[in-house]
């Protein structure tokens, strides 16, 4: 099976850098995948690694270590509706792109 | 613009009832999924359908089961209805294969059971 580790609440100032962890074990591995879901919204998809290193996408950037089973979410020039939830989840090598998301962690930008 | 959408977006129901959960995309996308959310709990998968027809079971499919006729529609059936099913539950969609990387959400439908 597949678990996931990632701390459950970061607080922040606004324009700071902010760096979400994750960790899992899993039986299988595929790539490592981040969601954002603000309140009372769906989640939506932010990046995915497959390979390990830094995947960037304008102000939000990614990182996996396959070999220390660990990846990161940065967020840089925080604003305040970056305040959301943000999900790791690891895409097993199963069938039908199953995802096994974390717990999730609760990101509050205040000024 | 891509869509996933619910047949509901808030739902009350009784104990020991049927209840159906309708999901629809428009993406032609092979698979689909089922997952609830519950505080603390992230999103945890109850079934998932890689084609017509074809499911296979999540992590916690006790009490739930799915039916997918068409391609675009996914279904999630509580077969009696149980206070512990109280939640928010997401249905999903993805490509098959390489392109399956992306899951698309639908809105959510928060379930209340009484």
């Known amino acids: 099976g597949q678990s996931l580790e990632q701390p459950s609440e970061v607080t922040a100032v606004e324009g700071a850098i902010v760096q979400i962890n994750c960790t899992y074990q899993?039986?299988?591995?595929?790539?490592l995948s981040w969601y954002q879901q603000h309140d009372g919204g769906a989640p939506t998809f932010l990046s995915y690694?497959?390979?390990?290193g830094l995947e960037e996408t304008g102000r939000f950037s990614s990182f996996l270590s396959r070999s220390d089973s660990y990846g990161y979410l940065l967020l840089q020039e925080l604003q305040m509706k970056d305040s959301a939830s943000y999900f790791c989840?690891?895409?097993?090598?199963?069938?039908?792109?199953?995802?096994?998301f974390g717990t999730g962690t609760r990101l509050q930008v205040t000024l | 613009d891509v869509k996933v959408t619910q047949s509901s977006r808030y739902l009350v129901k009784r104990t020991g009832e049927k209840v159906f959960l309708e999901c629809v995309q428009d993406?032609?996308?092979?698979?689909m999924f089922w997952y609830r959310q519950d505080p603390g709990l992230g999103l945890r998968l109850i079934y998932f359908?890689?084609?017509?027809?074809?499911?296979e079971k999540g992590d916690i499919p006790e009490g739930y089961s799915v039916s997918r006729e068409k391609k675009e529609r996914f279904s999630l059936i509580l077969e009696s209805a149980s206070t512990n099913q109280t939640s928010m539950y997401l249905c999903?969609?993805?490509?098959?294969?390489?392109?399956?990387?992306?899951?698309?959400f639908g809105p959510g439908t928060r379930l209340t059971v009484l």
């Open positions: 999903a969609s993805t490509r098959r294969g390489q392109g399956g990387n992306e899951q698309f």
């Open positions: 899993t039986s299988g591995f595929y790539g």
């Open positions: 690694n497959a390979l390990d």
């Open positions: 989840a690891v895409r097993g090598t199963g069938t039908a792109s199953k995802l096994t």
């Open positions: 993406m032609d996308h092979e698979n």
């Open positions: 359908s890689y084609d017509v027809k074809m499911k």
